[in-house]
């Protein structure tokens, strides 16, 4: 709530509407976003557990993000879960191209056109995506707004669910889900 103060957001968190994610993968897909469901027993699983938040950063000069220190059983399922539903992607859409992102690397450049998504394989960046600003920020600008704004130290996973998402990475619908 401190960020909303210090900086115009708009939310993309709101436990009734909008619950806090990591997204593990993004694409826009040809299948019925409910027929995707069955594709999670193809996922690897692991029992509940808290992954420590790093700090916050900013994407593409609009996107407020918790940054998440990545781990192995992390990596592992962003993998499972791209493996599962890579596939069934519409080739021709980038949900982030049309979110008219600047300032891509190379890499994440590459995996859009791939996988319809820039944070996959070695670009994964686990992150809980907090926000969108209402206006691009500077990193020196955020940084001076972040620094009276301090992250949660850990959070905990508890299910993997499939979601249509809004435009600004929202949670709009849920339409599968699954507990660890």
């Not at 997204?23 to 808290?50: M, V």
């Not at 686990?126 to 707004?145: F, K, M, N």
């Amino acid at each position: 709530m401190e960020l909303g103060r210090r900086l115009p957001l708009r939310f993309t968190l709101g436990f009734e509407r909008y619950p806090p994610h990591i997204t593990l993968y993004q694409a826009s897909f040809r299948l019925d976003p409910g027929s995707l469901g069955s594709h999670l027993q193809k996922i690897e699983w692991w029992p509940a557990y808290s992954v420590a938040v790093s700090g916050l950063e900013i994407f593409a000069e609009s996107f407020i993000f918790a940054d998440l220190q990545s781990s192995p059983e992390l990596m592992a399922m962003h993998q499972s879960v791209v493996c599962a539903l890579a596939p069934h992607r519409a080739q021709d859409e980038a949900p982030a191209a049309r979110q008219s992102l600047t300032g891509l690397s190379i890499r994440e450049t590459e995996n859009i056109k791939q996988f319809g998504y820039p944070f996959c394989g070695d670009a994964f960046w686990p992150h809980i995506t907090l926000g969108r600003t209402v206006s691009r920020v500077g990193r020196g600008e955020l940084d001076a707004i972040l620094a009276g704004c301090p992250p949660p130290r850990e959070t905990t996973f508890q299910r993997l669910m499939l979601y249509v998402g809004g435009p600004d990475g929202q949670c709009d619908r849920i339409v599968a889900k699954r507990e660890f």
